[in-house]
């Protein structure tokens, strides 16, 4: 099946600080790949996908397939980034295939 | 001008219980999903469904049972309520090609 890996749970940063959230894959060839954001209390949002290449808030985010990673990024925090970040693999018609990340709680502080 | 949304937003109940948690997108997706988000914010993915097939993830126990009248509602029905299943619900859907999945605001079931 095709997995995600967030290998930290939690990430604390201060205000202005660079973010980066790990996300690692473990499967072949060149996956769709999404990150979605769920602020306090919200329901989950589709925050980037790489297929796309844009930049969502200020994250970027790049496949790398010789890390197979797809980590999210901004240059600089803000207050309002604090949210729980989930990496995804894309629906391809199977449950087994949407599986998300355990996610990552970005804690911004002041 | 909702895409997907769900009822009821809370749901407070005895264990033992029986209940039904509803869901409705108007994107004209073809697949539809139930999630189940624990205390620790990890997010598991317990039904697919799209107007082919009922794809049942076979950890969630059979007193969880989801129901499609038609293609843009997804209702799940939960039989004897258990403190364990206390838990946010989020219902999603998605075009079967498109990957993006679009989430309802959730219904946090509380079991007493």
């Known amino acids: 099946a095709q997995r995600v890996t967030q290998p930290e749970k939690l990430l604390s940063v201060f205000k202005g600080a660079p973010v980066e959230l790990k996300c690692n894959y473990s499967?072949?060839?060149?996956?769709?790949l999404f990150w979605y954001v769920q602020y306090s209390r919200q329901r989950l949002q589709l925050l980037l996908r790489h297929i796309s290449r844009e930049s969502i808030k200020g994250f970027t985010a790049d496949l790398n397939k010789g890390e197979t990673s797809f980590h999210l990024k901004k240059p600089f925090a803000q207050e309002e980034d604090s949210a729980m970040y989930y990496c995804a693999p894309p629906n391809s018609g199977g449950y087994q295939k949407v599986t998300f990340g355990i996610g990552t709680k970005l804690q911004v502080i002041p | 001008d909702t895409a997907v949304s769900q009822t009821p937003k809370y749901l407070v109940t005895q264990m033992g219980n029986d209940k039904s948690i509803k869901c409705e997108q108007n994107l004209g997706h073809d697949t539809m999903y139930w999630y189940k988000q624990d205390s620790k914010k990890f997010l598991k993915i317990m039904f697919s469904?799209?107007?082919?097939?009922?794809?049942i993830n076979e950890t969630v126990p059979n007193r969880f049972s989801p129901k499609s009248p038609d293609k843009a509602h997804l209702n799940l029905h939960i039989n004897s309520l258990e403190l364990g299943d206390s838990a946010v619900y989020f219902c999603?859907?998605?075009?079967?090609?498109?990957?993006?999945?679009?989430f309802g605001p959730g219904t946090r079931l509380t079991v007493l």
């Open positions: 999603a859907s998605s075009q079967e090609t498109a990957h993006e999945q679009f």
């Open positions: 499967y072949s060839g060149s996956p769709e």
């Open positions: 469904y799209n107007n082919k097939e009922l794809i």
